[in-house]
């Protein structure tokens, strides 16, 4: 495997294996034990969003994934005053930042920064003071780019829901789109990571993304699981990985 495919960090979302086990109540599917396996498998970080309404992951997960798995952690967080004390009393290795509605399914695009760039440089603040790398969840968007970088960020992750929807002309554009602003993400200093709705074929894309360091992964892999394990879910979309960045590699 080439250093630019080994130097991509695949993490994985364990939220909707607590979906799944709060549809039933009780202790399974356990979040920690699903982590597990995927560390096995090869991922290299694991990602949570703790929620308002705490609808999937709860608080005594973070606890546990931060403390059980041997991985660094990823914590998903709304900007708000709970989860920033929240995120500071845990410490997990980063906290990204993401928009935040309860009436949504999933997460519907990407943080405005440009918005709220006050705000959310006071809780980038507040994170790095607790030794927390700060990362935002943007759509690809230069403007959004460039305020992130303001708003003191360590990285940021771009909106991959358009590139997973588009097909065809559409697809390519959006694709053109995100290499465009990886390339800025990267001249400006910040590490570039995407995620949301990849599959192995799109993950495939996105990794042929300049300057990318880290793919975040969650809804695609717990499905896959139930077919090929996860473990072994998480093989594949390695191997996914590897494949695109070689391409990229190769442009």
């Known amino acids: 495997m080439s250093a630019a495919a080994t130097a991509i960090r695949l993490g994985v979302n364990v939220d909707h294996a607590a979906t799944l086990r709060n549809a039933r109540g009780g202790r399974r599917p356990d979040p920690v034990e699903v982590a597990l396996a995927a560390a096995r498998g090869g991922a290299d970080r694991i990602t949570a969003h703790l929620r308002e309404d705490r609808r999937h992951i709860q608080d005594a997960d973070i606890a546990r994934l931060k403390e059980k798995t041997g991985l660094p952690l990823n914590f998903e967080m709304a900007p708000t005053d709970e989860m920033l004390a929240f995120a500071c009393a845990h410490k997990p290795k980063s906290a990204m930042m993401v928009p935040e509605k309860r009436e949504e399914l999933t997460t519907e695009g990407g943080l405005d920064v440009a918005g709220h760039e006050e705000r959310l440089a006071?809780?980038?603040?507040?994170?790095?003071?607790?030794?927390?790398e700060v990362s935002f969840f943007i759509d690809p968007d230069e403007a959004q780019t460039e305020s992130a970088s303001r708003a003191g960020a360590d990285s940021v992750e771009f909106h991959t829901g358009p590139l997973c929807a588009a097909e065809g002309k559409a697809r390519e554009k959006e694709i053109a789109l995100l290499r465009k602003c990886a390339a800025r993400a990267h001249?400006?200093?910040?590490?570039?990571?995407?995620?949301?709705?990849l599959d192995f074929e799109t993950a495939r894309l996105a990794a042929s993304l300049p300057h990318l360091r880290e793919l975040n992964i969650g809804h695609f892999?717990?499905?896959?699981?139930?077919?090929?394990?996860?473990?072994?879910a998480v093989r594949r979309m390695r191997r996914a990985i590897a494949s695109g960045a070689e391409a990229g590699a190769a442009r």
């Open 122 to 132: 006071f809780c980038a603040g507040k994170l790095r003071d607790s030794g927390i």
């Open 187 to 197: 001249q400006m200093g910040l590490e570039v990571h995407a995620g949301h709705g």
């Open 221 to 232: 892999l717990i499905g896959a699981a139930l077919i090929f394990g996860m473990e072994e």
